[in-house]
């Protein structure tokens, strides 16, 4: 008697078995025993790699194929298991479409963990291939605002066509945070209409936020708090200073300042 025949359980149902397990022992160590909620998306990709793993090595040799494919093939083939095979692709469709629909209600609960809107930025960071400190750093072009307004005007609207190319996707044309890809992220973006963001900043606390993006949070406010890419990777430091002269001129905030603290 072969491995095959002494085997007790189907091949395909102890795929199902492991995969299912895994997936059960990821929320029981983390949501059970750890306490701590595991995000849906580090779950998801977690299961993607279990699922890719799992049939890597149930499908090793031909043997393994064949014995693992055989229940679905007779499923599709077999003429005696026609009326199983009508109730399943009954199913099957409806669950798939019934996940669809209840993953794209939207949901009114509160969060689970409050956002930390405005996380303490580090004394010092470094972006643009140099080191920066926030306690000195100033906007450059911010000078010209009563030195030369004509100048000034033209580095607003500089750093409004680079906000228009670049930021309005998410924060919106109004700078509401209502953006075209906002309702696929979460959390939102900032709105910058609000008196309890920009108004309540200096410009070099933007800098640091544009520059680094969401990898550049501190430890409190990640992980997934922040779906904002690195910055310096996409436009230069002059066309970050003046996407910041945008926002303030926009919305007719301004910033703060350290004489003013």
Same mark, same amino acid.
């Given at each position: 008697?072969?491995?095959?025949?002494?085997?007790?359980?189907?091949?395909?149902?102890?795929?199902?078995?492991? =995969?299912?397990?895994?997936?059960?022992?990821?929320?029981?160590? $983390?949501?059970?025993?750890?306490?701590?909620?595991?995000?849906?998306?580090?779950?998801?990709?977690?299961?993607?790699?279990?699922?890719?793993?799992?049939?890597?090595?149930?499908?090793?040799?031909?043997?393994?194929?064949?014995?693992?494919?055989?229940?679905?093939?007779?499923?599709?083939?077999?003429?005696?298991?026609?009326?199983?095979?009508?109730?399943?692709?009954? =199913?099957? *469709?409806?669950?798939? +479409?019934?996940?669809?629909?209840?993953?794209?209600?939207?949901?009114?609960?509160?969060?689970?963990?409050?956002?930390?809107?405005?996380?303490?930025?580090? %004394?010092?960071?470094?972006?643009?291939?140099?080191?920066?400190?926030?306690?000195?750093?100033?906007?450059?072009?911010?000078?010209?605002?009563?030195?030369?307004?004509?100048?000034?005007?033209?580095? #607003? @609207?500089?750093?409004?066509?680079?906000? =228009?190319?670049?930021?309005?996707?998410?924060?919106?044309?109004?700078?509401?945070?209502? +953006?075209?890809?906002? *309702?696929?992220? %979460?959390?939102?973006?900032? %709105?910058?209409?609000?008196? +309890?963001?920009?108004?309540?900043?200096?410009?070099?606390?933007?800098?640091? @936020?544009?520059?680094?993006?969401?990898?550049?949070?501190?430890?409190?406010?990640?992980?997934?708090?922040?779906?904002? *890419?690195?910055?310096? %990777? $996409?436009?230069?430091?002059?066309?970050?200073?003046? #996407? =910041?002269?945008?926002?303030?001129?926009?919305?007719?905030?301004?910033? @703060?300042?350290?004489?003013?603290?």
């Amino acid at each position: 008697m072969n491995t095959t025949q002494k085997r007790r359980i189907p091949l395909l149902l102890q795929m199902a078995l492991v =995969i299912f397990g895994t997936y059960f022992g990821f929320i029981l160590v $983390f949501d059970v025993l750890l306490g701590q909620l595991i995000p849906k998306s580090l779950l998801t990709m977690y299961m993607v790699f279990v699922v890719s793993g799992v049939l890597m090595v149930y499908t090793f040799t031909e043997e393994g194929t064949r014995e693992l494919t055989a229940p679905i093939k007779a499923l599709v083939e077999d003429p005696s298991k026609r009326n199983i095979r009508n109730v399943v692709f009954v =199913i099957v *469709p409806l669950l798939a +479409g019934y996940y669809t629909y209840s993953s794209m209600l939207p949901s009114f609960d509160p969060p689970t963990e409050l956002r930390t809107i405005h996380p303490a930025p580090p %004394n010092k960071f470094k972006a643009y291939g140099k080191s920066f400190d926030l306690t000195k750093l100033e906007n450059p072009y911010r000078k010209f605002e009563k030195e030369d307004p004509a100048k000034f005007k033209e580095h #607003v @609207r500089e750093g409004g066509d680079v906000y =228009i190319k670049n930021c309005q996707y998410c924060h919106g044309d109004k700078l509401d945070g209502k +953006g075209p890809y906002a *309702p696929g992220l %979460n959390p939102t973006p900032l %709105n910058f209409q609000d008196v +309890g963001t920009i108004a309540q900043l200096q410009e070099s606390f933007l800098f640091w @936020r544009i520059a680094t993006g969401g990898p550049g949070l501190p430890d409190e406010a990640a992980p997934w708090i922040s779906s904002m *890419p690195i910055w310096e %990777n $996409f436009i230069t430091e002059d066309e970050t200073w003046k #996407v =910041i002269l945008f926002l303030y001129d926009y919305t007719g905030r301004r910033p @703060r300042t350290w004489e003013h603290e």
